[in-house]
C-alpha cells in the first residue's frame, strides 16, 4: 500500500473529525481571503470613482486670473498636444462658491461648491447627457441666459427637486463666487469689500445625477461634491462688465487624453507644459513704450527725446519675486532699472514741535495723496537739479521733491521732509499709518503743460519736459490711476485728508508723475511686503530693442527657469488615481480587525486536530508498535494534515468571497459612518484569492504540524493505551517554575505599563493601558493554568463524592484532566471577551476639550477683513445683534483650501488644507479659565507649558531669506490633529518628526510636528504661524476660518445673524459638536466593526468549547457509565456536565472582563473614556446565553450517550 493510499483510506476512516479541522481552516482562509478583497474592493472602488469624477479630464489648468480662451486653440494645434491629447475645454472654474435657495421655511443656504462655466465642449469629456441648456439653439431660438444647472448632491442640500425644477414656477437661486481680483486684497491699494460677483434669480435648468463628471472635483474624496453648471458666454459677459474689457476670456483648461482609463505619463505632461505658449497678458504682465519728445518753438526744429524706455509691469501692481528675477535676467543685457513706486498720504516739512494725541501730522498740512518713486540713479535715468547738474546718489535718509512740491511746501535743501505712508500690508482690513523722516537732499526741476491732459490726449507743452516729468514710473491700478480727478479716485479707504485745488490741478497736468524720489534700498525697507518689492522695471529703449522683442526675451527666460507663473497644467487624473491608494489600508485594517477571528479559527484547529489526535492514540501507537519509525507516522499525519489544510483553504476561499461581500455590503449600511458614503462594490482578484488561499492554508497547517511536534516524544506505550500527551513525569517541576516566571514578568510588564501610561497621553496613553490589561490577562490565564495542572494527576475518592453536592467536585476534577485543553478553551472564551470589553473604551463622545469650547465654526469663500473679536466691529457689522456674542469670541484663521486630511477622507491627502493661525489666537488661551483644545503632546518650551500653542513660533529669519527658502532647509513647525497625523499623513513619530509636501507654485516644503490634537473639530489641516502662512501663501489674504463661542442656547441665533450679515462673503456656520460628532463617528464606526467581528471570533470559541465538552463525554464514557452505576442519577451527571461547561465558560468571561477592567478603569479616571455599559451589558449577556446553550448541547449528548455499552467495553 503506498503512502497517499494510506493517507485517503486514514482520511475517509476519520472524515468526522478531519471535516471539523477543515472547517476551522476555512474559517481562518475566508477571514485572511476577506479582508484581502475589502482592500482590493476600497482600493478599485476609489480608482473607479475618480476615474467616473474626471471622466476623460487628465490636465486642468486653473488660474488666478483670465487669459485668452485662443490659449486653447493654439494649445490644440501644437505636435505635443496631438501626440497624448485629444480635447480641449475652455472653462471658468470657481473652486469656492455659495448658493441660495428661498423656501417657505426660509433661506437654505449651501457653501464650497464649485461653480463651473463651461459650453458644450466640457460635456463631451464625460459620459452624461448634455443638459440642453449647453446644447446649441436650434431654429434660431434663443437660451434664456439667466439659467443654472445644478448637480443632486447641491439640489438636495438646497431642497429643489425635479418636481420644482419642472413645475411652471420653477426654482431660483442665488449663486455667488469670488471675484478674482489682482491687487492683492491686503495692500493698502486692495479692495477690502464687494469682493464677490453675485448672480440673483438664476432658474434652475436641471438637476443632473452626481456621476461622471457632474461629480467633477478638484480634491480626492468619496463625499459626492456640490458643483453648478452655468452657460459660458453669459458668465463671461456678467464678468466683462464688472472688470474687464475682452470678452473673451477664461481661467481654466480642461485636457483629454486619448485613453479615460490611463491617463498619460509624465513625460507628456512635461511636453504639454511645454507647448503651452502663453502671453505676457495672458501671465497679467504688461511692457508699455513711455515715450516722450519735445519739440521747441523754432520753425523745422527737430523733435528731442526726453525719455525713451519700456516699462515692465504687472496686474497686480507688484512684481513676485520669481518674475522679477526672470525679468532682471531676460533684461540684463537692456540693464533694467527696478522701480519702487508708493502713494504717500502726505508730503510735508518735518513738524518743530511734537503734535497732541499723538498725531504723526497735522490733517492740513502738506501735500496730500502723492506718488513717491523709490528708484537709484542710472546713466538712462539721471535727474538734474535746479542748476541742471547730476542729482547726487541719495543715502537712505534723503530725499528729493520736484519743483512744484518744493514750492508748495516752502521747502528748500537742507529742510527735514516727513512722509506719512500706510503700512504695505493691512491687518483685518485696517491700515497702519507710520512716518519717515527725509533730509531734502536737492530739487529737481518739473516743467509745466500749456494744456492738460484730455479724455484720449497727453498733456501739450511749451517748455521742455524733464525726466522727472514721467506718469510711467507708477504703475496701472484700476479706479486710480485711470480717473479725471483725485476727487474720482476708488480707494479701499476714506481719504481723510483736504484735497486742495492744486492738488487737483496737479492731477489733471501730470497725473500719476512722482512729487518725490528715495533710494531703491529706503524705499524696499519702508514698503516692500510679502507681494513683492518692485512696481516696475524701466528698459531703456534703444535701435534694437522693440517690445516684441522684449516679450520673447522674457517669455524664453520663463521657459528656461521652468517657472508656471500661475500658468500649469495640474496632472489631476494622475494625482487622484495615486492618492486612491488610501489613506488607510482597508486589506490590513479589517486584517487587524478580523485578527481575533483567525486566532479564534487557528485555536479551533489545533484544539479540533489535537482532539483528532487523541481520538487515534492507540492507532498511531500500533503503527510505531509493528514497525512504524515515528518519522513516517508524522509524514504521513502531516501529508493528511496537508490534504485538509488544502480542502479547508479552497473551501475558506469560496466563503471568503462571500464574507468579503458581506464586509462590504456592512461598510455601505451598517457601518457607512466609517467610509462617508456607499460607493464600495466588490472586487474580486485572481491573485488575491491565491494569495488567501495559500496564507490561511499555510498558517493552518503550520499550526496543525505544531500541534503534530508536541506530540513527537509521547512513548508507544502510553500512546497504546491511549493518551496522546507525554506524562507529566519530572517536567511538571520545571514546567511549573517556568510558568511562576512568566507570572512575575506579566505583573511586572503589566505595572510598568500603567506607570508608563500615567506619562502619555492620547492613542499611546490608551494603547499602554490595553497592553497592560493584556498582560493581566496573560496573568490570569497562568493561574489559572497553574491550577489545573496543580492537580491534574491526582484521583478523586468516590467515598467522600455526595452524589447530589459531589457535581461540583468531580466537574472541577474532570477539568483537571486535561489542563492543556481546559487551559484553551478558557483562553478563547477569555481573549475575546478581554477585546470586546477593552475596545469599547475607545468608544468617543464629543468634548469640550475637542471643540475647544467653541460652538460654531464659520467659513467663507471670499475673505472678511472685519475683526469679528473686537465689539465694535461686531456692532458696525450686526448692529443690535451683536448682542448675541457679548461673552463670547470670534476668531478668526486664514485658510488656504486644499486636500480634506481627515479621517472621513479614504483618499491619501498630498496638499491639506492650511489654516495659519494668528498671535491673537495664541494668547486666547493663556487664560487658564479659557476652554483650551486637547492636545496629545506639544513641543512647546516650559515658560509656555500651559499653552501648547506657542509651539508654532518660528526663530527670526535671516536678512533676505523667504519663508520658501527656510522650508526647504529647515522644518516649519505645524500642529495637526493626531489622526491627520497618522491616518492621514502616516506620520508615526510623534512630535519633532519631519515630513514634506509639496503645494502649487511652491515646490517641496519641509515641516516638523511641533503639536498633536487630540480627536478636534481641527482634524483635516495643517495649522501654521499667520507670518509663515503669509510669506508661503501670500496671495491668500483675509480670513476665512472662524471659530465662534456663544452663551448657551444662541448657537442658532448667532450663525443667522453672522450668515445674513456675511451672505455676500458666503458665511456658512455648522454646529462644532455636529463636526466633531461626524469626525469621531469614523472611529467609533471602526470600534464598532470589530466589536461584531470580535463577537464572530467569540463564537468561533464557543464551538471550541462544545468540540471539546462533546470530545470530553465521548472519552469519558466508561467514567460516565460508572457513576450511573453506582447511584449516580442522569440528572447529577447532567449537571455535573453543564457545571463542566460553565465553569469553562465563566472561567474565560471572567478573566477576560476582569483584564478588560484593568485596561478600561485607568483610562477613565485619566480621561478620554466613554465606555457604553448598556451595549456591553447586552452583549454579555449574549455572550452568557451562549455558553448556556453550548452547556445544554453537552448535557444532551450526555443523557442520550449509551452508558451501559461504554461500561461493557470497559
Known amino acids: 500500500m503506498s503512502n497517499w493510499t494510506f493517507i485517503l483510506r486514514n482520511l475517509r476512516q476519520h472524515w468526522r473529525i478531519h471535516f471539523a479541522v477543515m472547517l476551522g481552516v476555512a474559517a481562518a482562509t475566508a477571514v485572511l481571503t476577506g479582508a484581502l478583497l475589502v482592500g482590493d474592493s476600497m482600493r478599485s472602488s476609489l480608482r473607479d470613482l475618480t476615474l467616473q469624477r474626471l471622466g476623460r479630464i487628465d490636465e486642468l489648468l486653473i488660474a488666478d486670473r483670465f487669459f485668452r480662451r485662443e490659449l486653447v486653440q493654439e494649445l490644440q494645434a501644437t505636435a505635443a498636444f496631438k501626440a497624448d491629447y485629444s480635447a480641449a475645454a475652455p472653462m471658468i472654474l470657481f473652486p469656492g462658491g455659495a448658493v441660495e435657495h428661498q423656501t417657505d421655511d426660509g433661506v437654505r443656504r449651501a457653501s464650497q461648491i464649485v461653480v463651473i462655466g463651461c459650453d458644450e465642449q466640457f460635456w463631451k469629456l464625460g459620459s452624461l447627457p448634455t443638459p440642453a441648456l449647453f446644447q446649441p439653439p436650434t431654429d434660431g431660438a434663443e437660451i434664456d441666459e439667466q439659467q443654472i444647472v445644478l448637480n443632486a448632491p447641491l439640489a438636495e442640500e438646497l431642497g429643489i427637486t425635479p418636481a420644482a425644477v419642472a413645475s411652471a414656477e420653477g426654482a431660483t437661486v442665488t449663486l455667488r463666487f469670488p471675484r478674482l481680483e489682482q491687487v492683492p486684497s491686503e495692500n493698502p491699494l486692495g479692495k477690502k469689500e464687494d469682493l464677490t460677483q453675485s448672480l440673483p434669480r438664476l432658474k434652475v435648468a436641471a438637476i443632473i445625477p452626481a456621476e461622471s463628471i457632474g461629480r467633477f472635483s478638484l480634491h480626492p474624496a468619496q463625499i459626492a461634491p456640490k458643483n453648478a453648471y452655468l452657460l459660458l458666454p453669459p458668465l463671461q459677459g456678467v464678468l466683462r462688465q464688472k472688470d474687464w474689457d475682452d470678452d473673451d476670456r477664461i481661467n481654466a483648461i480642461a485636457v483629454a487624453g486619448k485613453s479615460p482609463d490611463a491617463p498619460p505619463d509624465a513625460k507628456a505632461s512635461a511636453a504639454l507644459r511645454a507647448a503651452l505658449k502663453p502671453t505676457l497678458s495672458d501671465y497679467g504682465f504688461l511692457l508699455t513704450h513711455a515715450r516722450q519728445e519735445f519739440t521747441p518753438a523754432e520753425e523745422g526744429a527737430a523733435p528731442e527725446e526726453v525719455f525713451d524706455y519700456f516699462s515692465f509691469t504687472s496686474e497686480r501692481m507688484l512684481l513676485s519675486e520669481e518674475a522679477e528675477q526672470a525679468a532682471q535676467q531676460a533684461f540684463s543685457a537692456e540693464h533694467a532699472q527696478p522701480v519702487l513706486t508708493y502713494l504717500a498720504n502726505a508730503i510735508a516739512l518735518q513738524p518743530q514741535d511734537p503734535l497732541p494725541d499723538g498725531k504723526l501730522l497735522a490733517d492740513d498740512v502738506g501735500v496730500p495723496y502723492s506718488t513717491v518713486s523709490a528708484v537709484d540713479w542710472s546713466p538712462a535715468f539721471h535727474p538734474l537739479d535746479l542748476e541742471g547738474q547730476p542729482l547726487p546718489d541719495l543715502a537712505d535718509d534723503q530725499i528729493v521733491l520736484n519743483s512744484l512740491t518744493a514750492q508748495d511746501l516752502g521747502a528748500k535743501v537742507g529742510d527735514k521732509i516727513r512722509v506719512l505712508y500706510f503700512k504695505p500690508e493691512t491687518t483685518h482690513g485696517e491700515t497702519d499709518e507710520q512716518y519717515a523722516d527725509f533730509r531734502l537732499a536737492a530739487i529737481t526741476p518739473l516743467t509745466e503743460p500749456v494744456k492738460p491732459y484730455g479724455r484720449r490726449r497727453p498733456p501739450v507743452f511749451k517748455e521742455r519736459p524733464t525726466l522727472a516729468n514721467d506718469p510711467d514710473l507708477t504703475p496701472y491700478v484700476p479706479g486710480v490711476t485711470d480717473t479725471e480727478s483725485i476727487e474720482d479716485w476708488d480707494l479701499p479707504f476714506a481719504m481723510t485728508r483736504p484735497i486742495r485745488g492744486q492738488d487737483d490741478q496737479y492731477w489733471s497736468n501730470h497725473r500719476t508723475t512722482p512729487k518725490a524720489f528715495i533710494s531703491l534700498a529706503a524705499g524696499r525697507r519702508l514698503w516692500a511686503s510679502r507681494f513683492g518689492e518692485t512696481t516696475s522695471l524701466r528698459i531703456p529703449a534703444g535701435p534694437d530693442v522693440t517690445e516684441e522683442k522684449l516679450a520673447d526675451q522674457f517669455l524664453q527666460q520663463v521657459e528656461r527657469d521652468d517657472l508656471d507663473l500661475g500658468l500649469a497644467f495640474l496632472p489631476i487624473k494622475r494625482r487622484q488615481l495615486e492618492a486612491s491608494v488610501g489613506s488607510t489600508p482597508f486589506d490590513g485594517l479589517f486584517l487587524a480587525l478580523s485578527m481575533f477571528i483567525i486566532a479564534a479559527a487557528l485555536l479551533l484547529v489545533m484544539l479540533l486536530f489535537r482532539l483528532g489526535i487523541e481520538q487515534r492514540a492507540s ?170 495542572r496543580g492537580s491534574s494527576g491526582s484521583v478523586p475518592d468516590l467515598n467522600q463524592v455526595n452524589m447530589h453536592a459531589g457535581s461540583l467536585s468531580l466537574a472541577m476534577r474532570s477539568l483537571q484532566r486535561n489542563p492543556s485543553r481546559s487551559l484553551m478553551t478558557i483562553a478563547l472564551v477569555a481573549a475575546a471577551s478581554f477585546l470586546i470589553v477593552a475596545v469599547s473604551s475607545f468608544h468617543m463622545e464629543p ?364
Open 619 to 788: 492507532e498511531i501507537g500500533l503503527l510505531q508498535a509493528i514497525g512504524f519509525r515515528r518519522r513516517k507516522t508524522a509524514l504521513l499525519l502531516a501529508g493528511e494534515s496537508l490534504l485538509v489544510a488544502l480542502a479547508g483553504g479552497v473551501i475558506g476561499v469560496a466563503i471568503g468571497v462571500a464574507y468579503g461581500e458581506l464586509m462590504i455590503y456592512g461598510l455601505t449600511t451598517w457601518w457607512v459612518g466609517a467610509v462617508g458614503s456607499p460607493f464600495l462594490k466588490p472586487y474580486i482578484k485572481p491573485q488575491t484569492l491565491a494569495i488567501g488561499l495559500l496564507s490561511g492554508a499555510g498558517v493552518s497547517l503550520l499550526t496543525i504540524l505544531f500541534t503534530l511536534w508536541r506530540t513527537r516524544k509521547t512513548p508507544t506505550r502510553q500512546l497504546l493505551s491511549g493518551q496522546a500527551s507525554a506524562s507529566p513525569g519530572a517536567r511538571r517541576h520545571r514546567s511549573s517554575m517556568i510558568a511562576w516566571a512568566a507570572v512575575a514578568f506579566l505583573f511586572l510588564a503589566a505595572l510598568c505599563l500603567s506607570l508608563l501610561a500615567t506619562q502619555l497621553s492620547g492613542e499611546a496613553q490608551a494603547g499602554a493601558f490595553l497592553g497592560s490589561g493584556a498582560a493581566v490577562l496573560g496573568l490570569l490565564l497562568l493561574f489559572v493554568w497553574i491550577r489545573l
Open 847 to 1210: 468634548t469640550e476639550e475637542g471643540v475647544g469650547g467653541f460652538s460654531l465654526i464659520g467659513q467663507t469663500i471670499s475673505p472678511v477683513f472685519v475683526n469679528l473679536n473686537d465689539p465694535a466691529a461686531r456692532k458696525d457689522l450686526l448692529g443690535s445683534d451683536s448682542i448675541l456674542l457679548d461673552g463670547g469670541a470670534v476668531l478668526s484663521l486664514r485658510l488656504m483650501s486644499g486636500d480634506d486630511a481627515s479621517c472621513s477622507n479614504l483618499y491619501k491627502a498630498s496638499s491639506p488644507r492650511v489654516l495659519g493661525v494668528p498671535p491673537d489666537f495664541v494668547r486666547y488661551f493663556d487664560q487658564p479659565e479659557t476652554p483650551h483644545f486637547g492636545f496629545a503632546g506639544s513641543a512647546v518650551d516650559k515658560e509656555h507649558a500651559d499653552n501648547p500653542w506657542y509651539a508654532l513660533q518660528l526663530p527670526a529669519l535671516a536678512e533676505g531669506e523667504t519663508m520658501a527658502e527656510w522650508g526647504r532647509t529647515r522644518p516649519i513647525p505645524v500642529i495637526l490633529d493626531k489622526n491627520t497625523a497618522v491616518y492621514s499623513l502616516q506620520l508615526m513619530g510623534g512630535i519633532g518628526q519631519e515630513f514634506t509636501l509639496e503645494y502649487p507654485d511652491l515646490g517641496p516644503i519641509k515641516f516638523q510636528v511641533s503639536g498633536l490634537l487630540a480627536n478636534s473639530i481641527l482634524q483635516g489641516s495643517l495649522l501654521m504661524d499667520e507670518q509663515v502662512f503669509k510669506q508661503l501663501f501670500p496671495e491668500e489674504g483675509g480670513y476665512r476660518y472662524f471659530l465662534i463661542r456663544t452663551r448657551q442656547g444662541d448657537d442658532a441665533k448667532v450663525a443667522s445673524a453672522l450668515e445674513d450679515r456675511l451672505s455676500d462673503q458666503g458665511f456658512d456656520a455648522v454646529s462644532s459638536e455636529a463636526v466633531l460628532s461626524s469626525l469621531l463617528a469614523v472611529q467609533n464606526t471602526y470600534i464598532s466593526t470589530f466589536q461584531a467581528l470580535g463577537s464572530l471570533g467569540l463564537l468561533l470559541g464557543v464551538f471550541g468549547l462544545a468540540a471539546a465538552q462533546l470530545r470530553s463525554v465521548l472519552e469519558r464514557r466508561g467514567e460516565l457509565a460508572l457513576l450511573r452505576a453506582v447511584g449516580f442519577r442522569k440528572r447529577s451527571l447532567g449537571q455535573m456536565v453543564m457545571l463542566e461547561n460553565m465553569t469553562l465558560f465563566f472561567e474565560g468571561l471572567g478573566c477576560g472582563v476582569l483584564a478588560a477592567l484593568a485596561a478600561v478603569a485607568p483610562h477613565v479616571i485619566f480621561g478620554g473614556a466613554t465606555v457604553p455599559v448598556l451595549f456591553l451589558g447586552v452583549m454579555l449577556l449574549l455572550i452568557a446565553g451562549l455558553g448556556a446553550l453550548v452547556g445544554l448541547f453537552a448535557v444532551r449528548a450526555t443523557l442520550q450517550a449509551p452508558l451501559l455499552a461504554a461500561l461493557r467495553g470497559d
